[in-house]
C-alpha cells in the first residue's frame, strides 16, 4: 500500500473525445483544477489534484481527446507526444486511465489496444455506465479485465460517488503494463472478440437518437430548429436577465449614494464614486446577459447538438470557404473571441485555421453586448412587433446576424481570390444526446465568470481610473467657460482623434471612451460612465448613461456606434492571442487593419442613414 | 459501390477503404474510426444544400461525413 508520505501518483486521464473525460476529471479534482497551455502551442492544458482515501496526492492531468496515436491534429499530437514521453516539459504520466464510454465499446477500445503497445501501466475507467444500463447494455466487467490484462473499473462521472472504484483502484500498486500485442494486430478484430466474449448490446443505436436525429438532422426541420435556437438564445438573453440586472443596477446605485454621502466633496470621491463606481458597476450590470450566453452555449455543447449543427451548416459554410468544424469555434466566439480562436486547434488544414481565426472576432463577442444594450435601450424603442417579439431584442439579433454575414463574405472574398483550394476533412463524429451535467455546466459557468470578474477588476479598473484622470487634470481655472473635461487631457485627445470621428458622428466623448476599449471591449460602457458622469458634476450616475446619452446623442450617431462596434478592432487580450495562434504579427496587423476599415465604413454608412430616419421621424411626427 | 452513393435507411457493409492518394491521412483516420470490414453501415440523414454532407452510422458511432470522404469508403448492399 503506498503511503501518504510518498510522492505524488502522476496519471493522465485518456480517451476519444465524447467518453464523458472532462465530467469524470470534473468529479475526480473539484474545483482543484489549474488551466494554462502547452508551451509553444495553443493546446489548453487541464490539471487538477485529487487526494485518495489513503491520503496520497494524485495528479491529474487531462490529455486532449484522441482517436488514435497516429495524430491529425495539434490535441491530437499533444496526447501522442505526452504518452510518448516527448515532450521536454511534460513528464511521462505514472498510469493512464484509458476513459471508455461503456455504450461504445466497438470504437472506445481500439484506443485500449493501441495504448496497449506503449508499455505504461493503464487502468481502464468504464465510464457512462449508467446509459449502458438504460440501454440494456450487459459487461462483464472481470472478463474484459481478464482478457484486456488491463484492471477495469466502472465510473458513472455525472453522480456524486460515481468514481468511487476508480479511487480505490488508484490507492493500489501501479498495475503492471499490459503485454502489448503482436505489432501487426489488427485491432479492430481484436476489439470484436474481445465484445463477443465479454459484452452483450441489444441494439446498436440508443433509441434517443434515432429518434431526435430523425428531425434535428433532417435538410428543413433540422435547418428551422437551428434557426429557432439561435434565435431563442438572443430573445433570451436580452429578456430573462432583467431582474438580475435590476438587482445589480440597486446595488451599484446604492454603493455610489453610500460613498456621496459619507465622504467630502474632493478628489477621493470623486475617484471612487466617478471613477470606480461608475467605471466598474456599468460593466458588473451586464454580467448576468454575458452568464446567461454562456449557459446556453455550454448547453448546447455538453447535449451533443453542436456537431449535428456543423453538419447541417457544412455545405453553407464550405461555399464561404469555411469548414463545418469551424461553426463550434465561430459559435464560442459568440461568447468571447479568446475560447473561440483557441478552438480552431480542432482544424485540422493550417489555411482553414487561419481564416476561421480572421473571422472570429466578426462573431459578436460578449464583451460588445453591454455596448449593445446600452445603446439600444438609449435609441431603439421598447415595442413589440407583430404583437410577438420585442422590437429591441430583434436589433440585437440583426446586428448579430450581420457580423456573421459579413464573416461569410469575408471568408468568401478571401477564398475566391487567395490560392489554391483547401482539402479539410469534415469527419465529425456525432455523440449521443445527453442531458447537460448541472454540475459540470456550474463548474463552466463559474470558470467564466471568474475570468469575466478578474477582467473587471484587473484590467478595466485600472482603466476607468486612469481615464478618471485624464478626465479629470488638468483642472480648468476659474475663468474657463465650457465644462471641466473638455480642458482635462482627455479632452484634447478627443477633440485630436475627432479628425478621423467626425465624418462617422463620434463626439469628443465617444472617441475618448474609444482608447481604452481597445484593452477590454467592455470599458467603452464604463468610460462613457466615467466621462458624462464628471461632466454631469458628479452624481452616482452609473445607471443613469442610457437617458443621458439618448437626450444628448443624434439617432445617426447612436447607430453609428452600435455599426462601429459589431466591427471594432477587437481588444488586446484577443490580438495576443491571435499572435499566439498565427505566430505572426502581420496577421494581428492586418486583422485590426481590416476591422478597422469595416469598422469606419460601417459608422459611417449608418450615421447617414440615422440622419436619414431622424429626418422621417421628425417630418411623420409633425404631420 | 461506394459509401456516398447509398440512399438513406439503406444497409450496407464495408469492405474497405480506399486511398484517393498516397499518405491519404482521411483515409488511416476512416479506418480507425471502425470503417473496416464487415461493419455494418448506414446513411442516417444527408445534409440540405445538394446533400453534400452525409450523416452515417457505422458499428455503434454516427458520425457526419462530405461526400468526397465517404466516397473513399467501398461497401456493398445488404439484401434484406
Given at each position: 500500500m503506498n503511503s501518504a508520505a510518498s510522492s505524488p501518483l502522476h496519471i493522465a486521464l485518456i480517451g476519444n473525445p465524447n467518453c464523458g473525460k472532462t465530467a469524470l476529471f470534473n468529479r475526480l479534482t473539484g474545483s482543484r483544477q489549474k488551466v494554462a497551455n502547452y508551451a509553444g502551442v495553443t493546446v489548453e492544458r487541464k490539471e487538477g489534484a485529487l487526494r485518495l482515501p489513503s491520503g496520497r496526492l494524485v495528479r491529474v492531468l487531462d490529455l486532449p481527446g484522441a482517436y488514435s496515436l497516429n495524430a491529425a491534429s495539434p490535441d491530437e499530437a499533444i496526447t501522442r507526444d505526452v504518452c510518448l514521453g516527448a515532450r521536454a516539459d511534460e513528464r511521462r504520466p505514472d498510469l493512464l486511465v484509458c476513459v471508455v464510454d461503456a455504450t461504445n465499446l466497438r470504437l472506445h477500445?481500439?484506443?485500449?489496444?493501441?495504448?496497449?503497445?506503449?508499455?505504461?501501466?493503464?487502468?481502464?475507467?468504464?465510464?457512462?455506465?449508467?446509459?449502458?444500463?438504460?440501454?440494456?447494455?450487459?459487461?462483464?466487467?472481470?472478463?474484459?479485465?481478464?482478457?484486456?490484462?488491463?484492471?477495469?473499473?466502472?465510473?458513472i462521472a455525472i453522480r456524486k460517488d460515481g468514481?468511487?472504484?476508480?479511487?480505490?483502484a488508484l490507492d493500489n500498486n501501479l498495475p503492471a503494463p499490459p503485454a502489448p500485442l503482436p505489432s501487426e494486430t489488427d485491432l479492430h478484430g481484436a476489439v470484436q472478440g474481445l465484445l463477443a466474449a465479454a459484452v452483450t448490446v441489444p441494439r446498436r443505436t440508443a433509441e434517443i437518437d434515432d429518434a431526435l436525429d430523425r428531425w434535428v438532422l433532417h435538410p428543413v426541420i433540422g435547418m428551422?430548429?437551428?434557426?429557432?435556437?439561435?434565435?431563442?438564445?438572443?430573445?433570451?438573453?436580452?429578456?430573462?436577465?432583467?431582474?438580475?440586472?435590476?438587482?445589480?443596477?440597486?446595488?451599484?446605485?446604492?454603493?455610489?449614494?453610500?460613498?456621496?454621502?459619507?465622504?467630502?466633496?474632493?478628489?477621493?470621491?470623486?475617484?471612487?464614486?466617478?471613477?470606480?463606481?461608475?467605471?466598474?458597476?456599468?460593466?458588473?450590470?451586464?454580467?448576468p446577459q454575458i452568464l446567461l450566453l454562456f449557459l446556453f452555449i455550454l448547453c448546447l455543447e455538453e447535449s451533443g447538438y453542436l456537431p449535428r449543427a456543423a453538419f447541417l451548416l457544412d455545405r453553407a459554410m464550405l461555399a464561404s470557404g469555411l469548414s463545418g468544424r469551424a461553426f463550434i469555434p465561430l459559435l464560442s466566439s459568440f461568447a468571447c473571441a479568446i475560447p473561440g480562436?483557441?478552438?480552431?486547434?480542432?482544424?485540422?488544414?493550417?489555411?482553414?485555421?487561419?481564416?476561421?481565426?480572421?473571422?472570429?472576432?466578426?462573431?459578436?463577442?460578449?464583451?460588445?453586448?453591454?455596448?449593445?444594450?446600452?445603446?439600444?435601450?438609449?435609441f431603439i424603442p421598447d415595442r413589440t412587433v407583430l404583437g410577438l417579439v420585442g422590437l429591441q431584442g430583434l436589433v440585437l439579433f440583426a446586428l448579430y446576424l450581420v457580423g456573421i454575414l459579413t464573416a461569410l463574405l469575408v471568408a468568401w472574398i478571401v477564398k475566391r481570390f487567395g490560392s489554391g483550394h483547401v482539402d479539410t476533412a469534415l469527419l465529425m463524429e456525432l455523440p449521443s444526446w445527453r442531458l447537460p451535467n448541472p454540475r459540470d455546466i456550474f463548474i463552466g459557468l463559474v470558470e467564466r465568470a471568474s475570468i469575466f470578474i478578474k477582467r473587471v477588476g484587473g484590467i478595466i479598473l485600472a482603466l476607468s481610473v486612469l481615464l478618471w484622470f485624464l478626465a479629470s487634470f488638468p483642472a480648468p481655472p476659474a475663468d474657463w467657460h465650457g465644462t471641466a473635461i473638455e480642458y482635462s487631457f482627455a479632452g484634447h485627445i478627443g477633440r485630436a482623434m475627432q479628425v478621423v470621428f467626425a465624418?462617422?458622428?463620434?463626439?469628443?466623448?465617444?472617441?475618448?471612451?474609444?482608447?481604452?476599449?481597445?484593452?477590454?471591449?467592455?470599458?467603452?460602457?464604463?468610460?462613457?460612465?466615467?466621462?458624462y458622469a464628471i461632466s454631469g458634476g458628479g452624481d452616482a450616475a452609473a445607471a443613469q448613461l442610457a437617458p443621458?446619452?439618448?437626450?444628448?446623442?443624434?439617432?445617426?450617431?447612436?447607430?453609428?456606434?452600435?455599426?462601429?462596434?459589431?466591427?471594432?478592432?477587437?481588444?488586446?487580450?484577443?490580438?495576443?492571442?491571435?499572435?499566439?495562434?498565427?505566430g505572426s504579427w502581420r496577421m494581428v496587423a492586418i486583422s485590426l487593419a481590416y476591422l478597422f476599415a469595416l469598422a469606419w465604413v460601417a459608422a459611417f454608412i449608418a450615421f447617414h442613414l440615422g440622419g436619414m430616419l431622424s429626418g422621417v421621424i421628425a417630418g411623420a411626427g409633425s404631420s | 459501390m461506394n459509401l456516398s452513393l447509398l440512399k438513406r435507411g439503406a444497409h450496407a457493409i464495408v469492405e474497405a477503404v480506399e486511398s484517393s492518394h498516397a499518405s491519404d491521412a482521411i483515409a488511416q483516420r476512416l479506418r480507425e474510426l471502425g470503417f473496416v470490414q464487415g461493419e455494418p453501415v448506414s446513411v442516417v440523414a444527408f445534409g440540405p444544400l445538394g446533400a453534400d454532407t452525409i450523416a452515417v452510422q457505422v458499428g455503434f458511432t454516427r458520425f457526419a461525413l462530405r461526400r468526397s470522404e465517404a466516397a473513399r469508403v467501398r461497401v456493398s448492399l445488404q439484401i434484406a
Open positions: 477500445l481500439r484506443f485500449v489496444l493501441e495504448l496497449a503497445q506503449l508499455g505504461l501501466p493503464m487502468l481502464v475507467s468504464l465510464n457512462m455506465m449508467d446509459a449502458a444500463g438504460r440501454r440494456g447494455i450487459l459487461i462483464d466487467r472481470e472478463k474484459l479485465q481478464a482478457l484486456l490484462g488491463i484492471p477495469v473499473v466502472e465510473t468514481a468511487g472504484a476508480l479511487l480505490a428551422l430548429i437551428l434557426s429557432a435556437v439561435m434565435f431563442l438564445m438572443f430573445q433570451a438573453v436580452f429578456s430573462w436577465a432583467g431582474p438580475f440586472q435590476d438587482a445589480i443596477e440597486t446595488s451599484v446605485a446604492a454603493g455610489g449614494n453610500f460613498l456621496s454621502a459619507h465622504l467630502p466633496v474632493g478628489m477621493l470621491r470623486s475617484l471612487l464614486v466617478d471613477g470606480v463606481i461608475a467605471g466598474v458597476g456599468s460593466v458588473l450590470i451586464f454580467l480562436i483557441m478552438a480552431t486547434r480542432s482544424i485540422q488544414h493550417p489555411r482553414d485555421r487561419l481564416l476561421t481565426i480572421m473571422v472570429a472576432p466578426l462573431m459578436t463577442c460578449s464583451a460588445r453586448l453591454p455596448v449593445y444594450a446600452l445603446l439600444i435601450g438609449a465624418p462617422i458622428g463620434f463626439n469628443w466623448q465617444i472617441c475618448v471612451a474609444l482608447i481604452p476599449g481597445l484593452a477590454a471591449r467592455e470599458v467603452a460602457v464604463s468610460a462613457m460612465a466615467t466621462v443621458v446619452i439618448a437626450a444628448q446623442w443624434s439617432l445617426g450617431t447612436g447607430l453609428a456606434l452600435l455599426a462601429w462596434y459589431i466591427y471594432a478592432p477587437q481588444c488586446l487580450s484577443t490580438l495576443a492571442v491571435i499572435r499566439r495562434e498565427t | -
